[in-house]
């Protein structure tokens, strides 16, 4: 069992940055792979950017501005369209997934 926890969720404005973390406890040893992903209200989770062997994998729109960076989720140049809730992801060797409860991220215009 892992368990996960993000941080660092806040309410910036339009080009400002934020950095979020994701601890992770428990069977640690057994991550192979994290990553974050978003969601807002009525919509899907999708995925931000994630991270496997030493290999990162971004979407489209945040490619440029975000960077995975271990446990952290590094976000530059923030516009309103990235306000959601985003979470952590964790994969661990038996391909069980965790997720952590979320941190609120808000873009001002």
């Known amino acids: 069992q892992v368990q996960v926890v993000e941080s660092g969720g806040g309410l910036v404005q339009v080009g400002g940055s934020l950095r979020l973390s994701c601890a992770a406890s428990g069977s640690t040893r057994r991550i192979v792979a994290n990553g974050w992903y978003r969601q807002i209200p009525g919509k899907q989770r999708e995925l931000v950017a994630s991270?496997?062997?030493?290999?990162t994998n971004y979407a489209e729109s945040v490619k440029g501005r975000f960077t995975i960076d271990g446990m952290y989720l590094q976000m530059n140049n923030l516009t309103p369209d990235d306000t959601a809730v985003y979470y952590c992801n964790i994969r661990t060797a038996d391909w069980s997934s965790y997720w952590g409860q979320g941190t609120q991220v808000t873009v001002s215009s």
């Open positions: 991270r496997s062997g030493g290999s």
